[in-house]
């Protein structure tokens, strides 16, 4: 991995960047529907079309689309997001306050991932053909095929309204409740994390059977070695090597399904402003919102590639 | 990153015991501290006091703020900041207002703070959703400091029930925009932007012995269904908006009760700027065709009403068993009238709704199915709500579906939506002419006497029924669920289901 090839990757990642600000902004203006008008007609009413005039005014909506995106331009320069239209709150404060939160969520379910994926494909991998090889295999498919959110929506149902022992859904502060907090955690990881286990358990297995039928795994056990040894020592360590390339890409595309598992259990993270912001034509904040998340998804391939380049040198050489 | 298998197994226990009820909470802890867990339905975009901002921020807004005027639990006027008012020998409002009354920064309600209030609403540059109602006053005198008089350029018979309104706050004339100071039962202690709400008790309110909850935690659910799951799992004590869909198994539930009103409604609006609705023959046809109870089925779950006349609400003085069917079903006759416009084999249109709100949605689809069946075939437009409020003010449809309430219970509350002389808008028909209803309606709310101001209004609906600035639909069932233990709370009558929120200063736990 040279220098070049870095700042190559990076100056990359930040004209994408720019495109897709540039995109979703001037999508954003096209696309019918007034903020000023639907601000004052919340609830279905009908605003008095002087205020709605006064508010588009007070907004700046009547300047030029290309002024606005000058301002937008120049703001962005200086690390200015600019304000909400709805309540002139800043953008930069909302992402910083609910970012935090996304990411943990996304963390909590690739933790979740990996405790429950990984050992379930070394298991299936070492009793091959067996019941729970054939039932686990049965289960991931399954899991793979229903959507998240109607995986949320059962969980709800099962373990808040019948059985109550969870809560429905929500937020808690960990310093404020941390059992509330881990407890409000749990269903939307499982949700977000099942997708992602059923995949690691299926690239776990089939690069632990690889392994399994090299020629050093065959001289190994001949040469008398313990199985435990053979297994993390000879198998284990080459067989993960394509399984944490794929977790790598596979939590770029989680920052996805969050907007869905956030909104089923409420979890304040990006989504919940990112919806409202659309419906309300919030353009500030909606252009924030999906500039962070595509930095972040960007950020992270770059991270992967850096991995990848790191462990085979003729990547970063290329 | 390495996993030992101690991590592993470890992490693996971990994993189910947060599932464990040892670690469920109590929820009776809330309650104990007087503490009402309240699911709201949406975050206010903002609190600001004189601007729409929907009726979940209105729940907020009557309990941080006072006006001069509220309604009670049967949903008639009560005076608040405001003791008495009366109309004078020269046709002006006359209010006196109440002794006692502080803001939450401990400054005295006075005459002036009401006036500041009133003349920001009536602003040139104001964006208050009261702004054309009050540049109907002419000016704003204080006779002495306990009593403000408002002269209106024309009578306004009404002009009380603008002070009932979730909109029109009074608020300390010295406040600062971003941060309205209001004398209402509770303060705002905190919140966290798109998540909650805190209130506590304001211990200086003017009512003794109220507010009777020490606070409210607003925790915001935009998903019914969550929203329903939070109040059936004991999360919340009480929720805003029960789903249709949920009604029955709230009322099923021993725990909770349902407090439930129909208030709202579904309509059909019209462009009359184009042929063929600016035919009011083809208006009526319409009218005429639509079966509702297949709507109130369909789209409501049978929590509902058929609306086959003007949304005027039953058991009020306006309320007319005839005129109430003024456009009841009958197919036959939409036919006829289609025939007589010269429509008789029928005709292709648009029906503009959107996809966004499934009781929309649903209307609109059981509406296009009925006119089908006397030859109006109608192509759905179902675009995102956004899109369905841009093109409804800017007149860009043949028919659309609507769903709202009037201001209040009194037919004046009904003028935003049937006077489409009004700016257009897309919560009334664009440019149906409708003289005669318009006409009706002024005169009504210009009338003081309870007697000819009934007989003006039943005249008002039959002109409307043959104008048909508007089809009514359906009335929608608009229920709180809330756990047996919460008492004191009323679902106030019709339209003012929407300000009920100002009940929650007498809810309390029992």
Known sequence: ?318 | MTLSRRTLVGAGLAAPLLASPLLSGPAAAQRASGILRFGLSAFPPNLQPWVSTGASAGTVKLLTHRSLVSYDNKGQLRGELAESWAIDADGAWVFKLRQGAVFHNGEPVTADDVKWSIEQIAGEKSTAYMRTQFQEIERVEIPNPQTIRLVTKTPQATLPSWFGNYNTFVIWRKSTPNEPIGAGPFRLAGQERGTSLDLVAFDKFYKPGFPKLKGIRFIVYADENLRNAALMAGDVDMIEYVPWQSMAAVEAEPRLKLDSVEGPFMDILFNGTKPPFNDPRVRRAVAHAVKREDIVKAAFFGRGKPLEGLPIVEGTPWWDKDLARGWAYDPARAKALLAEAGFANGFQTTLLSTAQFGMHKDTAEVVQQHLSAIGIQCELQLPDWSTRVSRGSRGQYDMAIHGVSADNNDPDGLTVVLDTSLSPSHGRSFKVEAPRTIAALAKGRAEFDQAKRVEIYREMQRAALEEVPLVGLAWRSQGYGMNKGVKGFTNLPGALTTSSGGMLEETFFG
């Not at chain 1, 373990?159 to 749990?186: E, N, V, Y």
């Not at chain 1, 304040?268 to 919806?275: A, I, N, R």
């Open chain 1, 1 to 318: 991995m040279t220098g070049v090839w870095l700042a190559h990757r990076i100056a990359v990642s930040l004209v994408l960047a720019w495109v897709v600000a540039t995109i979703v902004f001037l999508a954003l203006h096209m696309v019918p529907g007034d903020p000023a008008e639907l601000l004052l007609s919340t609830g279905g009413i009908s605003p008095d079309p002087a205020s709605v005039a006064e508010l588009r005014q007070k907004l700046g909506l009547e300047r030029p689309l290309l002024i606005q995106y000058g301002a937008f331009l120049a703001g962005l320069l200086r690390g200015d997001l600019g304000t909400s239209l709805v309540d002139d709150y800043p953008v930069l404060h909302e992402i910083a306050l609910r970012l935090p939160r996304t990411l943990e969520l996304i963390f909590a379910g690739t933790l979740l991932a990996i405790i429950i994926g990984v050992p379930a494909g070394v298991y299936a991998a070492m009793h091959r053909g067996g019941t729970f090889d054939r039932c686990a295999s049965g289960v991931t498919a399954l899991l793979l095929a229903v959507p998240v959110f109607v995986v949320g929506t059962l969980l709800v149902l099962l373990f808040a309204q019948t059985l109550r022992i969870m809560p429905a859904g929500g937020f808690a502060p960990f310093a404020q409740d941390p059992l509330l907090h881990l407890k409000l955690l749990a269903l939307p990881a499982i949700a977000i994390g099942k997708g992602l286990a059923a995949v690691l358990f299926r690239m776990t297995r089939a690069a632990m059977l690889d392994a399994l039928a090299n020629d050093y795994v065959r001289t190994a056990r001949a040469k008398g070695l313990a199985p435990g040894r053979i297994l993390v020592v000879h198998v284990l360590r080459n067989a993960l090597n394509p399984v944490i390339t794929v977790l790598g890409l596979h939590m770029g595309t989680l920052l996805g399904g969050t907007v869905l598992v956030e909104y089923v259990f409420n979890w304040p993270g990006l989504s919940t402003p990112l919806l409202r912001a659309v419906e309300a034509r919030d353009y500030p904040m909606v252009v924030g919102i999906v500039l962070t998340i595509s930095v972040l998804f960007l950020l992270i391939n770059l991270i992967v590639e850096m991995l990848q380049a790191a462990l085979d040198p003729r990547i970063g050489a290329r």
